[in-house]
């Protein structure tokens, strides 16, 4: 019930104007998104990996309806890329790109060439590119441009959703040598007849698609901040014989650094998402939605460091 609620209020405009005028509202995003700008999201990352910890950004904004929009996200990235990589920040920081930011929703084949110039400028930077997933609608498009870009750019990332019936299959498919899988619980409001609705079931697919991936050939990326998940990704780690290189742990900005300290100081790769950009509420929403118990971890967050 609570999932839905806040999937409803992240597309309403009225809840969006309330909350963007809420006099709190600029700390909690100050807290959660590094900045409006491409020099916030540079000065974020210097701080994350000076600390030790990797990073992936993600500049924000998916509602894209005009091939003039596509190609302005993907000049964004563009710029993003040549500026990291002249700040000597690469290869620690890598980009997150979401299709739709890129055309996907209307022009499949437009998607696929801004990506690919995107995934061609990473590669010029010393870096690589992950795959955001969307709505299961979008599925198998993300996973057919994925297989395109991987002929030229192999190490493209991937990102598989554990509430999704599918997962467990496609994980099988993506864990051969030298795919990188991020492996998420998912955000989206999902229709039963695709993904699990319970979060016990969510949780029990996640460990299944974690030991699929944790026991195959590729390179597993455990997004979480579910700390018996990341504990059980620990035991996972050490029962398939996996040391900390062969795998990294992933967490959102703002949420418990003081574990992704640890974690970095264990010697495990931490890889911070970074999100950037004006089009913050929508992304904080899903955050919110994709695992409700997310509220006690920004509650906390705003409080704490923990």
Known sequence: MLRSVILAASRSSQVERLVATAPYTRDVVRRFVAGAATDDALRATRGLVDDGLAVTLDHLGEDTVTPEQATATRDEYLRL????????????????????????????????DN?????????????????????????????EVLSRLRKD??????????????TESDCRELAYAGSRVRLCKG???????????????????????????????????????????????????????????????QMLYGIRPQEQARLAGEGYTVRTYVPYGDEWYG???????????????????LISKK
Not at 117 to 131: E, H, R, S
Not at 153 to 165: D, E, I, K, M
Not at 283 to 301: D, I, K, S
Request: hydrophobic share 40%; net charge negative.
């Open 81 to 112: 890329l040549k500026m990291l990589a002249g700040a000597g920040l690469t290869p620690a920081a890598e980009v997150s790109v979401k299709l739709s930011a890129l055309g996907q929703m209307f022009d499949e084949q437009l998607a696929y």
């Open 283 to 301: 992304y904080l929403m899903r955050r919110l939605a994709e695992r409700p118990t997310n509220l006690v971890f920004f509650g906390r967050a």
């Open 187 to 249: 955000a989206y409001k999902e229709p039963e007849s695709v993904a699990y609705q319970s979060t016990r079931d969510v949780d029990k697919s996640y460990v299944r698609c974690m030991n699929i991936l944790m026991s195959g050939d590729g390179y597993p990326m455990l997004a979480t901040h579910d700390p018996r998940m990341i504990a059980i990704g620990e035991d996972r780690a050490r029962w398939f014989d996996r040391g900390p290189e062969r795998f990294e742990f």
């Open 153 to 166: 750019f192999p190490s493209t990332g991937a990102v598989l959703q554990a509430y999704l019936r599918r």
């Open 115 to 143: 990506a690919r110039a995107i995934c061609a400028a990473a590669d010029a930077a010393g870096t690589t590119v992950t795959l955001d997933m969307e709505d299961h609608t979008t599925t198998d498009s993300t996973l």
